[in-house]
């Protein structure tokens, strides 16, 4: 089984081509930036690390790269690893190892982006398009009368 998932900031805004031909494809290029955990420093103590990972989506994932991605925003990318090589200018074969995203979503929210200097677009959530009020902790309200319905209590 090939399956990533990731969680991580985005290191630069994504670079987006298009295929050739009558029914192009959107191609989007990012690199994200995922902390990772466990590593010591010289003096016993936690240094936090990052590793850079390469990201490419394609079709409307790509075109969702280059209408809301921004450089900053943390997302988490769901998707599968894939290698390859080619030969470059100088004759030397470069070998690549990219993560091809199958879904990808914004981790923070719109205030938490803008506060960190993103810009993020996050789609309203089932709560918000309902009506319903939030609580200001990033938790809807439970309307009254409700709780013989919880399966929990």
Do not use: C, W
């Not at 936090?48 to 079709?59: H, L, M, S």
């Not at 988490?76 to 070998?95: A, D, P, W």
């Not at 996050?122 to 309902?130: H, N, V």
Request: charged residues 25%; without cysteine.
């Amino acid at each position: 089984m090939n399956k990533v998932i990731l969680v991580g900031r985005l290191t630069r805004d994504p670079e987006v081509r298009y295929s050739a031909g009558e029914g192009s494809m959107a191609i989007a290029r990012y690199s994200l930036a995922v902390d990772r955990r466990g590593r010591r420093d010289n003096n016993g103590g936690d240094q936090p690390t990052a590793d850079f990972i390469n990201i490419v989506a394609f079709g409307r994932d790509g075109e969702f790269a280059e209408k809301y991605l921004r450089k900053g925003n943390r997302i988490l990318v769901e998707g599968h690893i894939q290698t390859g090589s080619y030969t470059n200018k100088e004759g030397q074969k470069v070998y690549t190892t990219d993560v091809v995203v199958e879904r990808h979503e914004f981790v923070d929210s719109k205030s938490s982006s803008q506060s960190s200097g993103g810009d993020a677009f996050i789609p309203a959530s089932a709560g918000e398009a309902s009506g319903s009020s939030d609580s200001g902790d990033g938790f809807m309200n439970i309307p009254d009368g409700i709780e013989e319905e919880l399966p929990f209590s």
